[in-house]
Each structure stands twice: as structure tokens, then as C-alpha cells.
């Protein structure tokens, strides 16, 4: 089962975010052969998504990056939304999602 925490990103501004992925029993998980992939929706049968720059940031300690542009987070209406982080094992094709929770992108003022 993911873990669940919230986000917050400035619409307009460059986010960028790295996260530690640990085991069920609380070890580092080591991400050597994992692909990360990340998405944003309003809703989760939502065909309008937004994508993360994910990536493993860090194999060894286990830390994950997603990453948005400022022109990313401008094109992002401000309101919730929803999200998720799944990893990949590149050689045994296994897929598990360890993140997921609200997204709340805060309103740009300045321009």
C-alpha cells in the first residue's frame, strides 16, 4: 500500500521536490533498476493529466525527484488535484505505487 502525502506547488514557479522511498519496514529501498513515473489529475477518471519530470535522483538512498517548469505550473489551473508515484523494476517489469495524495497548486499573483 502507498504511503499518502500532500503537495503544494506556486502555479508559475519551478517545483521541484525529492522524496525518500522506504520499504514496509522502514529500510531505504535501494532503486537500482527502477524507473519512477508521476501524474497529476483533477479527478482519478480524469483524461487530462499532467506529468512530472520524475526520476531516480539517488539509487543507493533510495530518493525519488519530481520535478515541474515554471511554464509547467503556469499551464495548471489553481485548485486540487490528485497524484500519484509508481516505480518500475526495469528487469522484473514489477510495477508499485509509493506515493500518493492531494496536490494543491496555489494561485499565481505575480505574472
Do not use: C
Not at 527502477?34 to 501524474?39: D, F, H, I, K, N
Not at 497529476?40 to 519530481?66: E, N
Amino acid at each position: 500500500m502507498a504511503s499518502i502525502a500532500n503537495l503544494f506547488i506556486d502555479q508559475g514557479a519551478t517545483y521541484s521536490n525529492i522524496i525518500t522511498v522506504a520499504s514496509s519496514s522502514g529500510s531505504v529501498l535501494d532503486l537500482t533498476d527502477y524507473t519512477v513515473a508521476s501524474q497529476m489529475r483533477k479527478s482519478h477518471s480524469s483524461s487530462v493529466h499532467y506529468d512530472f519530470t520524475a526520476t531516480v535522483h539517488d539509487a543507493a538512498t533510495g530518493k525519488v525527484r519530481l520535478q515541474l517548469t515554471s511554464d509547467q505550473t503556469s499551464a495548471i489551473n489553481a485548485g486540487r488535484y490528485l497524484y500519484d508515484i509508481e516505480i518500475t523494476n526495469t528487469i522484473t517489469q514489477e510495477k508499485r505505487r509509493i506515493l500518493e495524495g492531494i496536490v494543491t497548486v496555489t494561485p499565481e499573483i505575480t505574472y
